[in-house]
Structures are given as structure tokens and as C-alpha cells.
């Protein structure tokens, strides 16, 4: 199996390989839906814009890790984490992984409802960028928000009970698996439109820069990620954005999980210029491309662009290259997409890999991640059972968030508030 | 979007009784408001604060003046009385400030308002006082700068959003809507998005179309926010340092023609009360009910009204979502008829909510079907004359008045 760990020191980051065989290099990115299913994968074949892409140069790697890099040998020292680091990585990964296999079991058996975006297979993403924020930072993300809220640190009980629509969710049931939001481990949402999230984040690092400059608090310097995917990258929104978080040198990530598709348009179908990278630098931010599907490649320039960020100097544009193995939602009947696209994807399961980079440079056996692996099941089975359990929202919760200020409701005719009204507690007022 | 007209240019006096007179305005009982209900000033159009005459003593006798004329004082007389005098937008200014120094995580933003200092002048100097971050002049992009400051909300700060006119927040609506008013409840009650949106809206002098728009009418809806307008310099100042304190986000509407407005206001700090009506003319026959310009037609009209023998009873519901029921409602127990004038276009505004309302809690205290004057649902024509039909006139208001009083 093609394994993006086994050949660290080569592609795809260096701009001097121009004639490559896509099919032969570590991380190839490919464009089948020329192909899609009028014509299996021809080896051949190698579509021109992903040849392009193939050129895109890692912008902010810190010397250190391109040193450790040149040197063949894996000796512990050149590793690029160490064994508690890789431990947290892998148990992350799996946890996503697990709980979003479990949503899946769960909505078939009708315990959730709705639009369900689940994330198997981009893991990588979220873990290798999220478990490097400290509690402050912040964390927007889009539909497809339960791992970002899991990797931020909310508990999968609160994750799966919002799910199931039952009162001790993180939203009290009232948002369900769209809107995924938590004071407490700063995750600012869970948005169902594409592209209304990023503003938010804006405005949240545009908080950590004023909080600094204005308020002179010395050491506000938390940082925002906001996560969305590559069809959110034709939205105006998400250029506007570009434009404000670098003129202001917000410290702000833009990462881009770029998985190829927008429900059943492909990126290639809907984008002039597919290398979303590039469209960093057009507003004067660095614009890094980073294989998606390796948590460790992710990580490394997640260091970079955090660091920066928090620093002072500004925003970065991270395009992820990246896959879901499922459809777009649990109600998507994935079609479009060609079976050996996914095949071929599949081979390159960030979870595996990183089982596979850890054991070949023996920095765990088997039984530890066994034993992680074991251990995140019955995370997500008492979930799962807590879930179950707890109570759905009563009539009375109605009317309770709809304002922070209850006056909100105005006054009724008898020159009371209506919030005063009995009714309103029970909620079965009329508003 | 198109560049708008300068304030001086385009909020030409509506006419000769815009302004407030000043002489005739006295706040006896002048305290500071908490936002509490009960606490707004019944401001009589001859001058006197409740409380201080008791009504009967006038009844039955022609009140002269019905509506406040221009200032004929001369600036020694002014000198004497108590209070400052000043125009609507610097009485906005003037809470806009006074909130900015009590509480330093509010700030501005909005396109123009640092160092042109608003469009419409209501931030002029605040950016030299307090900042470019504080009074950030942002690109044009109204959607995204709306987010902006709805996270920046979410995560402590109290943004104020200017919208250069109303019309522009369009683009913001996706904001607006799912963020600012939805994200309170979608996140369980864990976030609080205590913004400020305002601007001028409404039908000016000739601006077209597109500066011409009511944007109150499509807000209406949006579950979770507040609205309220603006319509003297002393209910602007008190409103807008109320939205700024409130958790809630609210929406202030502001006039492009109200803005050169006259009035002395008081020295003290006052807050008034988001959620209240205000009653600018309390009277027996017919409730008219109104808010922001129209309010100047509807004063204008009284004074026909007045000498034709009619008593109405005038109200500036102020809060357009949600509306002062109370208010609304001990009017509609007095006089049994209801005329509301509005800018709004006739289908969906605020009459039309405000008319659905009325009816639901008060029909069987009304002897005649509710009235509503709206402007007609009719793109703002640029030529003068056409303009001035679309929207509400004095002389439309005295006829539904006698119509309505048969």
C-alpha cells in the first residue's frame, strides 16, 4: 500500500519535480472526475492540472523540519513526533473515526434525524491542526463539525447527545449536528451555510487582536482556525475574509479541507483555478498546500501557521488535500463519485498510515494501539448510553434562549413584560 | 454601492416644523431612566412632561399649535434654560460616545466611519479619540464585516455595525439572520451577540430606488433580534445607548432626513427603554400610530386635524419589534380607532404586522376597522414629484382621520 510515511524526504514538496507519474508518487492528488464514469483510471493518463498542482511548495516549513528531512535514516532523533505525541494523535483520529462510524449506525436506526455530514477519512485534518490550540484558541467549522468539536476537547457524551436532540447536549438539543458550538472549549459553530462561518472567525481573531491592542491585555494571543471546504472557496465570503484577516494581520488559519467534492460537484467542475493555495498570496498571505490525508504533514505546517499566527504576522491559507470515504451526508446516495477514486483514497486512510509510520519506527506496539482502539469504544458505546438516557428537552425549554435578555419579548397589553408571564416558563406562551 | 450623498446635502429640511421648539420643551421631572417600564417622558408637543398639568384644565380649548415649531428664541433665552441643545446625529454621536468611555470593549465598524468619520457624521472624531481598531473603517463587504463583528461578539466584545444606509445590510442578510439572530438559541444560549446595527434607511430626497429602502419591513421576521427607530434627538440618543447595553442585538433605525433635527436634551445621562412606545401627543378621538419621518407628516397633520375640531391621540411606537402592546393598548381602550402611518411599503411592513397585532389582543375595543397608511409598493422614483406620492403625505393622514372619525 502507497504509504505517504514510508518515503518522508521525498515529494510532494519539492518545486523541481515537473514530470511526474501521479500514480507513482507518495501523495498523488488526482483529478478523476474527467473521467468519471465513462472511462476507468488510465495510468497513462495524467491530467494536467494536477500536474500543476504537484509543483505547489510548502511556504512556511521551519528549517529545522526541512533538515530533519534531507536525513534518510529514521533514527528516533529525526522523528518527526515523539511516542506520547503520536499516541495522541492516533487516539484522536480513532475517536473521530469511531464516533462518526457510530452516527452512522445511529441514524439508521433513527436515534438522529436531519442532514448528518460525517467526516471518515479526513481526520487527519482536524487532528493534526486542532491538537496543537490551547482551550482559548478558537475553533469554527462548518456542517461537517462533530471531529472539530471532538478534537477541540467537548466531551463525545455532549456531542452524541446533541445529536440525539436530548437536552444535555452542547447545544441543549436546540442545535443539532449542524451547529455544534461550545463555550467552554471555544468552538464557535457549526454553520449550515458554507462560507457564514469564516466571517465569525474573522471576528473572533479580530476580538484576540483587540483584545491585545486596545484593551492591553499583554498576553492575549489566542488563535482562530477556521475549517471549510474547497466549495466554500468560491463563496464571496470566504475572499472578503482573506482580504480583512490580512490587512489587519489577524491571528487567524485558514484551513481548507479540500476534499475534491461539494455534495455531487466536483471542484474541478466548479473552480476556474483549482489550486486554491494560490489564491493565499493574492491577498498577501502565504498559501500552503499540504497533503491532507497525513497527520503529520498537516501538523507540521499547522505548527507554522499557528506560531505565525499567534505571533503577530498575520493569516495563512492552508489547502488540505483531502477525501471523505462516506457521501456528503448520510442521505447522499454518493454516486458521482468513481468507485476507484475512492478505492484509491481508501489506501490511503490517514489512520492506517499513522499506525504504520509508528510501528515501523517502532515507537509503539501493537497492543498500546489496540489498547487505544479498545478504549475509544467504550468512549463512544457510554456516549451512546448516556444518550439514550437523558431526558428530551421539556415544552419549558422553548423560549428560554431565543434571547439572552428575555425583554426581548417586549411588553404584553396587561403592561407586564411577557417574559413575566407564567406561560413563558412553560413555554406554551404564544410568541 | 453607489457613493451617497453628503449628510448636508441630502437631509434637507423636511419643512418649516422640523425642529423641535425649544422653548417649549421642559423636562421638570428629568431623571436618569433605567431600563425599566414606566420610566419614558410623556413629551406633550406644548411643552409640558406628565405629571406636571392636569389635563382637563385644556379640554375643549383650540390648542394653537399642535406641532413644535421652528426655535424663534433668541440665544440669550437659551443660555438660561437647562440642557444642551443639538442635532440628531450629534445627539447619536453623543451616546455613541458617552457608551464608548463607560465600556471599552465597545467599538465601531463600520465603512467610513474612522476617518471620514461616518458618512452621515455620527462618528466624526471618535477614530482621532479612540483608534482606527476601535472605529475600524472597513472594505466594502458588508456580509463578511457583519460576521466579523458578530464573533467578535461571541467572543466578548460589542461591536456596533453601521450600514452606510440600510439598504446596503442586504448584502449582510445571511448574517443577519442565521447569525446575529439565530445563533443565540442554536448554540443552546452559550453565546450572546450583544451587536448594535444601525444606519439610516428609510425615503429621502431624491435618491432612487435603492437608497430609498425600508429595510425594517424585511428584518421583521428574523426571530431573536430587536428593532427600534429613531425619530428625535433625544429618543436617538436614549435608544442608542440602550441597544448598546442591551445582551440582545438590536437593530436602530435611523432617517436620512432626520438628521439635522433640533432639540435641547438634558444634561444628565438618561437610557430609555428599548421596548417602549412613546407618546408624543395624547389626545381622545383616533390613535395614530407612527414611527421615525412619518412622525413629521403625522405631527403636521394634527395640527389640521386640531383646528378642524379633532383630538387625536399621536404615538411613535419607537420599538418595531417587539411593539409596546401596552401602550398601544390603553390607547386603542380610549379611542376605539386606529390609523397607522408608515413608510414601509403596504405589503409585509411594519403596519402590516402592527395591524395583525392590533386586531389579535384589542378587536373588540375597536368601532372601526384599523387604517393603515403605508407608501405604495412602488420602486422610489427619482423624479421629485412622484416620490413625494409614493410615500404618505399630511394631507392623505387629515383625510383617513376624518374618514375613520365619520
Redesign the interface.
Known sequence: MSCAFATIQSLPLTPENHSINPLKTSSPFLGFTRHLRLNPLDNNKSPSASIRRRQSSVVAVSDVVKEKKLKSNSSLSNLLITKEEGLELYEDMVLGRTFEDMCAQMYYRGRMFGFVHLYNGQEAVSTGFIKLLRKED?V?STYRDHVHALSKGVPARQVMSELFGKTT????????SM?M???EFNV??????IG?G??????????????R???KEADSDHVTLAFFGDGTCNN??FF??L??AA??KLPIVFVVENNLWAIGMSHLRATSDPEIWKKGPAFGMPGVHVDGMDVLKVREVAVEAVARARRGDGPTLVECETYRFRGHSLADPDELRDPAEKAHYATRDPIAALKNYMIENKLVNEAELKAIDKKIDEVIEDSVEFADASPLPPRSQLL??????P????????????CEDPKFTEGTAHV | MAAILQAVGATTALSSTNSFDSKRLRFSSRRSLS?G??NFFVVRSDGRSNGCYPRDRRAGQLVTNAVATKADSSTASTASKPGHELLLFEALREGLEEEMDRD??V?VMGEDVGHYGGSYKVTRDLAEKY?D??VLD??I?E???????????????RPIIEGMNMGFLLLAF??IS??CGM????????????VVIRGPGGVGRQLGAEHSQRLESYFQSI??I?MVACSTPYNAKGLMKAAIR???PVILFEHVLLYNLKERIPDEEYVLN???AEMVRPGEHVTILTYSRMRYHVMQAAKTLVNKGYDPEVIDIR?L???????I?NSVKKTHRVLIVEECMRTGGIGASLTAAISE??HDYLDAPIVCLSSQDVPTPYAGTLEEVTVVQPAQIVAAVEQLCQ
Open positions: 478558537c469554527v447536549g452542547c447545544c441543549r438539543g436546540q442545535g443539532g451547529h458550538f461550545s463555550k464557535l459553530g457549526g454553520f449550515a451555510f457564514e469564516i466571517p465569525v472567525a474573522t471576528g473572533a481573531a479580530f476580538t484576540s487582536k483587540y483584545r491592542e486596545v484593551l464571496g465570503q472578503e475574509c482580504n480583512m490587512l489587519w428560554e434562549n431565543v434571547f439572552a435578555d425583554k426581548g419579548f417586549g411588553i404584553g397589553p396587561d403592561g407586564r413584560y411577557r | 431600563v417600564k414606566g471599552p470593549s467599538c483608534g481598531l476601535r472597513t472594505p463587504a456580509n463578511s464585516f457583519t460576521g466579523m463583528a458578530i464573533g467578535a461578539a461571541m467572543t466578548g466584545l445571511n448574517q442565521n447569525n445563533l443565540h438559541y442554536t448554540s443552546g444560549g452559550q453565546f450572546k451577540i450583544p426571530p431573536g430587536q442591551s445582551e440582545n428599548l421596548e417602549e420599538s419589534k417587539p411593539f409596546d402592546l401596552h401602550t393598548g389582543n384589542f
